[in-house]
């Protein structure tokens, strides 16, 4: 479950940069909606990127635990 999460992370990190990579690269034809579109892209990816991270957290602790 463990390499689940960090794959699901990594993609999702990918995609994060993607966007902001396609944003720097074609500024200048940004209208307002556009901007809101990634906007919302932006914000959606880091609150799932959020909750992975809690997640995998959590299984690691989990983990700990029952090494100990």
Do not use: P, R
């Amino acid at each position: 479950m463990i390499d689940f999460y960090k794959s699901l992370i990594l993609a999702l990190l990918t995609a994060l940069f993607g966007v902001l990579g396609y944003t720097f690269i074609n500024y200048e034809k940004y209208s307002l909606e556009n901007t809101y579109i990634v906007v919302m892209v932006v914000v959606f990816l880091l609150v799932t990127i959020a909750i992975l991270i809690k997640s995998f957290l959590k299984e690691v602790n989990k983990l700990e635990k029952e090494k100990e």
